[in-house]
C-alpha cells in the first residue's frame, strides 16, 4: 500500500516550482494529497484549496500589536489560512506531511497527530525581510520563536542551498539537508552562437526587492555585440513601468512576454547567456541561490553573476561563466567584455556537460532517501 502524503504550503501551489517539484516526485509514489492556495495543479493529486483572507486595516494593526506582545502562539493560531487549513485537513490522517517554509510547521505537527513532519525552509525566515525596519521589529522575533520551537520537533529539515543550512545548523541546532531549486533534467543542446553577438537573458519576477535596474545599467556600459532580454512577470505594476521607463532609450533592451514555468528552459535556450547580479540587501538575498540559475544551465547558457557565494561557487566550480568583482554594473561589464566567441561556446558546453549532475533528479534521490527514512521504508520506491 501507497503511503498517504500531504504536501502543504500556504503559497499559490502552480506556480511555486518548489512545491511543485514535489508534487512531481510524490504523486506516483503515494497516495498524496497537495494544500494551499489558488487552482489545483495538473496532477493526479487530491487538491485542497486553502481560502486566504484579505485583512483589515484593524486587523493588521491587532496583529502587530499581538507580535509585538511576544505573543507569537496566539498570533499564529488566529491567522485565518492556518484556522481554515485545520478545518479543512482536520478529519484526515496521513503517514507524513511535508510542510513548506516556517508558517506551516506548527499547523503540520497538529495535522500529523504524532506521525513525521518533514520541514522545507525555502528561506532563512528569522531574517527574510531584515531590511525593512517595520518587518525587523514585528515579525523577526516571530519568525525566530517558530524556528526555535517547531523546527527541532521536525523528523527531518531541508532548504535551498549551504549557506542557509549553516544559519539554521548554528542557529537552532538542527542538521539540514540542501535540496536546490534545480529543475528537471531537460533534453536540450547549446544554440549555435553568432560571431560579434552576445545575446543575454534574465527572466524572473519584476521585484522592486531585487534592484533589477542593474541590468539596465548594465548595458551602459557593454559594446554593440550584447543584447539584453528581460522576460519578466509583472509582479509590481510600478516598478515594470519603471523598468521600461529606464530602458526606453536602449535599443538593445527588450522586455519580452513570460512564459510557463515548464516552458522557461526551452524558451531561453535560443539565447547565449543567463545574467543575474542580486545585491545583498538582507541575508537571503545574499546566499540566493534561484532557480534562475539552473534553469539557465537547463538552458545550456553561459552564466553571468555578481560575488554572491552561492551563485558564484556553482559557475566557478563548473566553469559555467563569469563572475563579477562586486555588485557594480561596470564591474560585471568588465568581465563580460573579456568573453570571445570561443569562450562563450566554451561556457555553452560547459552548462551542457553539468546539467544532468546540476538538474533536480539529482537532489531528489536526496529528498526521496530522507522521506524514505521519515517513513520506515527502505529504497528510493515506495510502490
Not at 512531481?24 to 497537495?34: G, I
Not at 522586455?255 to 514555468?261: L, Q
Request: net charge positive; charged share 20%; glycine share 4%.
Amino acid at each position: 500500500m501507497k503511503p498517504r502524503i500531504l504536501i502543504l504550503s500556504f503559497s499559490e501551489i502552480q506556480s511555486d516550482p518548489r512545491v511543485m517539484r514535489q508534487v512531481r516526485l510524490l504523486e506516483s509514489r503515494s497516495t498524496l494529497t497537495v494544500a494551499g492556495h489558488g487552482a489545483a495543479p495538473q496532477s493526479s493529486c487530491e487538491f485542497v484549496s486553502v481560502p486566504r483572507k484579505i485583512s483589515k486595516f484593524t486587523t493588521k494593526l491587532s496583529s502587530a500589536i499581538t507580535l509585538l506582545l511576544s505573543q507569537f502562539e496566539r498570533h499564529y493560531w488566529k491567522q485565518f489560512e492556518v484556522r481554515a487549513a485545520q478545518d479543512l485537513l482536520g478529519g484526515l490522517t496521513f503517514d507524513l506531511i511535508i510542510a513548506n517554509d516556517i508558517a506551516a510547521l506548527p499547523i503540520a505537527l497538529l495535522l500529523a497527530k504524532g506521525k513525521p513532519v518533514m520541514a522545507d525552509c525555502h528561506e532563512y525566515s528569522p531574517r527574510e525581510f531584515e531590511d525593512k525596519l517595520l518587518w525587523r521589529l514585528v515579525f523577526g522575533r516571530y519568525q525566530n520563536y517558530l524556528c526555535r520551537v517547531y523546527l527541532p520537533l521536525a523528523s527531518d529539515v531541508s532548504t535551498v542551498c549551504w549557506g542557509i543550512a549553516n544559519a539554521y545548523r548554528e542557529n537552532f541546532k538542527i542538521s539540514p539537508i540542501v535540496v536546490v531549486n534545480a529543475p528537471p533534467y531537460q533534453r536540450l543542446n547549446p544554440s549555435p552562437i553568432k560571431s560579434g553577438k552576445i545575446r543575454m537573458v534574465h527572466h524572473g519576477a519584476a521585484l522592486r526587492s531585487r534592484r533589477l535596474e542593474v541590468l539596465i545599467d548594465l548595458m551602459t556600459h557593454l559594446d554593440s555585440r550584447f543584447e539584453l532580454d528581460l522576460m519578466l512577470m509583472e509582479s509590481d505594476f510600478s516598478y515594470m513601468r519603471h523598468m521600461i521607463e529606464r530602458a526606453a532609450n536602449n535599443p538593445r533592451i527588450r522586455f519580452v512576454p513570460p512564459v510557463r514555468m515548464e516552458d522557461i528552459c526551452s524558451r531561453i535556450n535560443s539565447y547565449d547567456l543567463g545574467v543575474y547580479i542580486l545585491p545583498p540587501t538582507n541575508f537571503n538575498h545574499e546566499y540566493s541561490l534561484p532557480n534562475k540559475l539552473f534553469e539557465y544551465i537547463q538552458a545550456r547558457l553561459a552564466v553571468a553573476v555578481g560575488p554572491s557565494p552561492e551563485m558564484s561557487r556553482i559557475v566557478r566550480r563548473y566553469e559555467l561563466g563569469v563572475v563579477s568583482s562586486s555588485f557594480n554594473p561596470s564591474d560585471l561589464a568588465t568581465e563580460l567584455m573579456k568573453i570571445t566567441d570561443e569562450k562563450l561556446m566554451t561556457f555553452k558546453e560547459a552548462a551542457h556537460a553539468a546539467s544532468k549532475e546540476l538538474s533536480y533528479e539529482s537532489s531528489a534521490k536526496i529528498l526521496l532517501n530522507r522521506v524514505g527514512g521519515s517513513l520506515g521504508i527502505a529504497g528510493l520506491d515506495f510502490s
